[in-house]
């Protein structure tokens, strides 16, 4: 895999799978409801795939280190994986109840985020335990505040 797929591929699965992540649990804790998530999911899918793509074509150009076919393949990738992770969340929530899709979302985001940490890890001859662990935590995090945000939206504006 070429330095601009490689690029795509890690981007778009890390950003995927956080940025969904904590959309579906904060959704989640807000509204409990089925369709808020799936539309949620979907929005995200398309409009932030397109935005982290157009980020990283723009970051790949500042650094004026690659071909102009370079940079578009990164952005490609990017969208095309980020799209793709994004949608992944879609299957679950729609084959399982809401409480027991997030649960899956989230056993499934986490061993994405740490498969990929170790194979990042082994490739540069690091042992793979610290940076998984240092991943699965910041991804972890991201999971609880957007719960206790999700949570506070719903005690504060659910009357409305």
């Known amino acids: 895999m070429n330095h601009s797929w490689k690029v795509g591929f890690n981007f778009g699965l890390t950003s995927g799978i ?4 904590g959309l579906i649990v904060g959704l989640n804790a807000s509204t409990h409801s089925k ?3 799936l539309g949620g999911i979907l929005t995200i ?5 397109l935005s982290d793509a157009m980020g990283i074509h723009v970051a790949e ?3 004026n ?3 102009h076919k370079e940079v578009w393949q990164s952005t490609f990738s990017t969208f095309i994986f980020k799209l793709l992770f994004a949608l992944s969340f879609v299957i ?3 084959l399982f109840q809401l409480p027991t899709a997030i649960i899956i979302s989230v056993v499934w985001g986490l061993l994405a985020i740490s498969t990929l940490s170790y194979f990042m890890a082994k490739k540069q001859k690091k042992k793979p335990w610290f940076p998984m662990f240092e991943h699965i935590a910041l991804t972890v995090v991201v999971i609880i505040l ?15």
Request: aromatic letters at 2%.
């Open 61 to 63: 150009e500042a650094k």
């Open 92 to 94: 679950p929530v729609v």
């Open 65 to 67: 280190e690659h071909t």
């Open 146 to 160: 957007t719960q206790l945000i999700g949570m506070g939206i719903a005690k504060i504006f659910g009357g409305i």
């Open 18 to 21: 956080i940025t969904t992540l």
């Open 45 to 49: 899918a398309i409009a932030d795939s």
């Open 35 to 37: 369709l808020v998530v």
